[in-house]
Each structure stands twice: as C-alpha cells, then as structure tokens.
C-alpha cells in the first residue's frame, strides 16, 4: 500500500514536472478559428461567387479604421440595395476582390462589373460623396491602366479603401473602373 502511494506520488509530480515542458504557454497560443469580419449576408454573397471574406483583414492591415465592407455606394439607394466590401478567393493570399453590388438596374454603379480584381494593398471601405472626377487627378482604368482616359468631368459617390499606409479611390465612369491612388 505504502509503495502504490509513493508511485502516485512520484508518477504525479512527474507529470506535473512534465506538464511545463509540454503544455504551451498561454501567451504563446494564437486562435485560429476564423473571424467574421462581415456581415452574414455578405459573407453568403461572397461564397455564391466562390469568394470568402478577407478573415484577417485587421491583421494584414496597419491602422484601418472602417470595415472591409460599406453600405449605400449608389447615392440614390441608401439602404442595403447597393453595398461594397472586399473578399478573396480561398488559399490565394494577396488576390482581392472589391465585390460592389447595386440592385438598381438604371444606377451609374450598375453597370460596372460587379467583382474587381486587385492585387495591391487594402484598405477599410468608405464613400466619398458626390466625388468629381477630373481626368488629371491621376486616374487609371483598372483593367487597362494606359488607357487613355475620358476628358469628361463627371460627378458621383466614390469608394474609398483606405488604411495609415495607402488611400485607393475607386469610380465607376460609364461602365468601366476607374483607379486613383493617394498617399
């Protein structure tokens, strides 16, 4: 009896002893379970387009303070019937999608495509209103940067993705992306 207590004993304070070398410290565990960073519905936009949302945009990001996603890009509708937000497509790093969806058919925005690709840094999404647009600001078609671009001064919302490090502007000009960085 004696000898099973000792056993105990020394089997439980070798596991203890054990347990330091075994057991992580606790600051040193980082949680991968993802993180939603949009809405539910937005979420389930993304995955119709076989698109998920960006699960670390706070961490690949310096300073962001808007979400990765905006509500009311068309200025006639500004309810959920016209919303922005950035997804990517799963296991590629650095590919982003700014998915823009407005459900008025007769909208500006409308008839741009509805899913831009863009492989430069992110941001959080605004808008800015009643942006006019002038073709020697430093606009380029996304789609086709040398393209020359329209003379035409227009005036209508823009989409901001913005960060501490980088501003992109983002219009829609008849059909077409448009570009503008800002540092």
């Known amino acids: 009896m004696k000898i099973t207590k000792i056993l105990i004993v020394v ?3 070798l596991l203890i002893i054990l347990g330091m070398y075994i057991v992580p410290n606790a600051n040193e565990i980082k949680f ?6 949009l809405p539910k519905e937005l979420r389930d936009v993304a ?6 949302q960006v699960s670390n945009f706070y961490e690949i990001i310096d300073e962001v303070y808007t979400p990765p996603f ?13 919303v ?3 997804a990517q497509k799963l296991f590629e790093a650095g ?3 700014l998915v823009v969806i407005v459900k008025d058919t007769n909208s500006e925005m409308h008839k741009c495509s509805s899913a831009l690709e863009w ?3 992110i941001g959080g999404l605004s808008i800015v209103e009643d942006y006019l647009y002038s073709p020697s600001e430093g606009f380029r078609f996304v ?5 020359a671009l329209p003379n035409m001064p227009k005036t209508s919302n823009a989409i901001l993705s913005g960060s501490d490090e980088i501003d992109v502007l983002f219009f829609c000009y008849e059909g077409e992306w448009l570009f503008k960085v800002r540092h």
């Not at 789609?143 to 393209?147: E, G, L, R």
């Open 119 to 121: 492989s430069n840094p």
């Open 32 to 37: 991968t379970a993802p993180c939603n960073v």
């Open 47 to 52: 995955k119709e387009r076989g698109l998920s």
């Open 11 to 13: 089997v439980s304070t």
């Open 84 to 86: 922005a937000f950035w």
């Open 143 to 147: 789609n086709n940067p040398k393209k």
């Open 70 to 82: 905006v509500y009311g890009v068309d200025p006639k509708i500004r309810d959920r019937d016209s």
């Open 95 to 97: 590919q982003y999608y």
